[in-house]
């Protein structure tokens, strides 16, 4: 069975970071693209960034751009989200996804496996 389990969540004051990571079970991803998701209460879940299976090329939502990082090992968890400055905008439900493709995308429906999501609170 294909599990994903974020981790890394929590409560954090505005200004400060926090690194979320994900650990995959039950098949490798190494060859799969991987993203960071987050769905706000009362939004809709929108992207956040991904990376391609090398690592090599990698995405982000102009919103986080500058100040998230995201990033993998293939060996051990696959991927990371570094996330620096945080604004209580970015409070959120945060989900890593895997798509069984080495491109990157932005669009929701084009990722096969998802986590349960960890939750991140940025206080003003």
């Known amino acids: 069975q294909v599990q994903l389990v974020e981790s890394g969540g929590g409560l954090v004051q505005a200004g400060g970071s926090l690194r979320l990571s994900c650990a995959a079970s039950?098949?490798?991803?190494?060859?799969?693209?991987m993203g960071w998701f987050r769905q706000a209460p009362g939004k809709e879940r929108e992207f956040v960034a991904a990376?391609?299976?090398?690592?090599?090329?990698?995405l982000y939502a102009d919103s986080v751009k500058g100040r998230f990082t995201i990033s993998r090992d293939n060996y051990k968890n696959p991927v990371y989200l570094q996330m620096n400055y945080l604004k209580p905008e970015d409070t959120a439900v945060y989900y890593c996804?895997?798509?069984?493709?080495?491109?990157?995308?932005?669009?929701?429906?084009?990722?096969?496996?998802w986590g349960q999501g960890t939750h991140v609170t940025v206080s003003s």
């Open positions: 996804a895997t798509r069984s493709s080495s491109g990157i995308t932005t669009m929701i429906s084009e990722y096969d496996y």
């Open positions: 039950g098949r490798t991803f190494s060859s799969d693209a």
């Open positions: 990376i391609s299976r090398s690592g090599a090329s990698t």
